[in-house]
């Protein structure tokens, strides 16, 4: 089991859920948060690619979008696909933690979505 160590944060007090942390609940001002993992799959909300890449990248592009999970936090991350042309807003994203690049010999673990067929 791939486990995804972002964390986000569920109010104590509404149960309204912060990614990425807040000092006050956006719902109802409490202070007092727990910690919650992403879970389960995600909802592909919107994509991009981008063709001019920082140092580091090996790629000649990437795809880029930003999802939602099940208990409503949207997060950015990769999109595991060589093209746009298979993607279309709305649909299931399996979330994975992987290494989506090498800096200087040493990956770099981050968020990665793969469309689920
Ligand atoms: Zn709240």
Request: contains cysteine.
């Amino acid at each position: 089991m791939n486990e995804i160590p972002v964390v986000a944060h569920k109010c104590k007090n509404c149960g309204k859920i912060h990614y990425p942390f807040h000092d006050r609940c956006m719902n109802c001002k409490a202070r007092e948060f727990e910690a919650t993992k992403l879970e389960g799959n995600a909802k592909l909300l919107t994509f991009t690619q981008i063709f001019n890449l920082p140092w580091g990248f090996d790629q000649r592009f990437l795809i880029i979008g930003v999802a939602e999970f099940e208990n409503g936090v949207k997060a950015m991350g990769q999109i595991a696909a060589d093209s746009i042309d298979g993607l279309s807003l709305g649909m299931k994203m399996k979330a994975l933690w992987k290494p989506v690049r090498v800096q200087a010999g040493e990956k770099v673990y981050g968020l990665m979505f793969e469309p689920i067929q």
